[in-house]
C-alpha cells in the first residue's frame, strides 16, 4: 500500500525533474563516450569495424576533466593581452560605470 508520505516524495521528484533530468542525462552520455570502447556501461564489446565506425561519426574521446598546466595557462593569459604583456585599456563606457 502506498502510503501519503511516498507520494508526496514521489510528487516532489516529479517536480523537479526539469532541474535533475538534464544533469543525469549529461552524466550518463559522458559515460557512455568514456566507456565506448568497452561497449558503453551495458553494452557488448564493439568490434574493431563498430569501433572505426564510431571514431569517423564522432571523433575521438576527449576527456573534458583535463587540467591546464601552469605554464599553459600563463601563456594562455598573455594571448588575451595586448602588446608586451599589457592589458588593453577600458573602453570609455567601461570607466563610465556603464
Do not use: C, N
Not at 3 to 18: G, Q, Y
Not at 26 to 47: H, K, M, N, S
Not at 57 to 63: A, I, L, M, T, W
Amino acid at each position: 500500500m502506498i502510503t501519503l508520505d511516498a507520494v508526496i516524495k514521489l510528487t516532489f521528484i516529479a517536480f523537479l525533474s526539469p532541474l535533475w533530468w538534464p544533469v543525469a542525462k549529461a552524466l550518463w552520455r559522458d559515460a557512455q563516450d568514456a566507456l565506448r570502447e568497452e561497449g558503453g556501461i551495458f553494452g557488448r564489446v564493439p568490434t574493431v569495424r563498430e569501433l572505426a565506425r564510431l571514431e569517423a561519426e564522432r571523433g575521438h574521446f576527449e576527456s573534458p576533466l583535463v587540467s591546464i598546466l601552469r605554464d599553459d595557462a600563463r601563456a594562455a593569459a598573455a594571448g588575451r593581452r595586448g602588446a608586451r604583456g599589457v592589458p588593453h585599456k577600458p573602453t570609455l563606457a567601461r570607466r563610465r560605470g556603464f
